[in-house]
Nanobody, 123 residues
């Protein structure tokens, strides 16, 4: 049984930083594309970033490009999202997800999801 568990969310000032982690178990982590998505109150789920299994390819939403960095450690079965220069509009529940589809930005391609962690960036 695949399990994804996020951690590292919390409250930060606008302009500050947070680092999210997502620990995976129960599957072949090193073969998955891993993604981060977010959902703000009253809004649809939004793609944030994704990383290929080999670390060679990363993908970002335009809204976070240059501020957020996705990375992974296959030896630890963990994917990270470093969030810098946070803005109030980054406030959302952030979830990690896994897919066998290379580089996908579409939530429907992701078959495994974590429970999410709250990120709040205050102005």
């Amino acid at each position: 049984q695949v399990r994804l568990v996020e951690s590292g969310g919390g409250l930060a000032q606008a302009g500050g930083s947070l680092r999210l982690s997502c620990a995976a178990s129960g599957g072949t982590f090193s073969r998955w594309t891993m993604g981060w998505f977010r959902r703000a109150p009253g809004k649809d789920r939004e793609f944030v970033a994704a990383i290929s299994w080999s670390n060679a390819n990363t993908y970002y939403a335009d809204s976070v490009k240059g501020r957020f960095t996705i990375s992974r450690d296959n030896a630890k079965n963990t994917v990270y999202l470093q969030m810098n220069s946070l803005k109030p509009e980054d406030t959302a529940i952030y979830s990690c997800a896994a897919t066998s589809r290379f580089g996908s930005r579409w939530p429907g391609d992701y078959g495994y999801w974590g429970q999410g962690t709250q990120v709040t960036a205050s102005s």
